[in-house]
């Protein structure tokens, strides 16, 4: 089945540093999708990719759609406290084949 | 908009337990998914619900069913628990019209199987 391999697994960071995580796949997807959760919370959509080459910003948040549709990035520039979390991202097939394939989260810890 | 409304928040079990999780969705969602999330094993898909229809189904046994009501409400339910089945559970909910990649999570449910 598809697999999604994202890295690092955990990164502890000072506030103010930029951050910077990826996730590759076997498989093509035609969309990539970034989560974050927050402790005892559900994930919550932060960015969506659609297209390969994409590059897409939410505030602080950029993240790109790799040319080859098999990888995909996510930065955070200027951290603080409350980027803590676990960042997931997640790739989509589209077609009757319905589901996301989550990568396994990336554990992000700013020190303040 | 309220969001998506997961109940209970906490559950205790002992195995061969049943449990049944109850999901909300978003208001206009017709759309709902189940995910399984462990710290082995990340998030993994159980199924999908839309117009009270499983439309799709992950790779967990017969033991994890699901229903979704007229109103787009959704249960989860799992029997003959067994310890592995300890984890965190995730409804999620899209518009759902068409086949719709943007889901919004509830808090979940955390099951623990003793």
């Known amino acids: 089945g598809q697999q999604l391999n994202q890295s690092p697994q955990s990164m502890f960071i000072q506030e103010g540093e930029d951050v910077s995580m990826n996730c590759t796949s076997s498989?093509?997807?035609?969309?990539w999708l970034w989560y974050k959760q927050d402790p005892g919370e559900g994930p919550v959509l932060l960015i969506a990719l659609y297209k390969a080459g994409e590059l897409t910003s939410n505030g602080r948040l950029t993240a790109q759609f790799g040319i080859t549709r098999k990888d995909s990035f996510l930065n955070i520039s200027a951290s603080i406290p409350s980027d803590v979390g676990i960042y997931f991202c997640a790739g989509f097939s589209g077609g009757s084949n319905y589901k996301l394939t989550f990568g396994k989260g990336t554990l992000l810890t700013v020190n303040p | 908009k309220a969001g998506v409304t997961q109940t209970p928040r906490y559950l205790i079990k002992t195995r061969g337990q049943q449990v049944t999780l109850s999901c909300s969705p978003i208001?206009?969602?017709?759309?709902v998914s189940w995910y399984q999330q462990t710290p082995g094993q990340g998030l993994q898909f159980l199924f999908e619900y839309f117009s009270e229809t499983q439309r799709n189904k992950g790779n967990f046994p017969g033991r994890f069913s699901g229903r979704q009501f007229s109103n787009s409400r959704s249960e989860m339910n799992v029997s003959t628990l067994e310890l592995g089945d300890s984890a965190l559970y995730l409804c999620?909910?899209?518009?759902?019209?068409?086949?719709?990649?943007?889901?919004?999570f509830g808090s979940g449910t955390q099951l623990s199987v003793l």
């Open positions: 208001s206009g969602h017709r759309s």
């Open positions: 498989s093509i997807f035609n969309t």
């Open positions: 999620a909910s899209s518009p759902g019209t068409v086949i719709n990649e943007k889901l919004f």
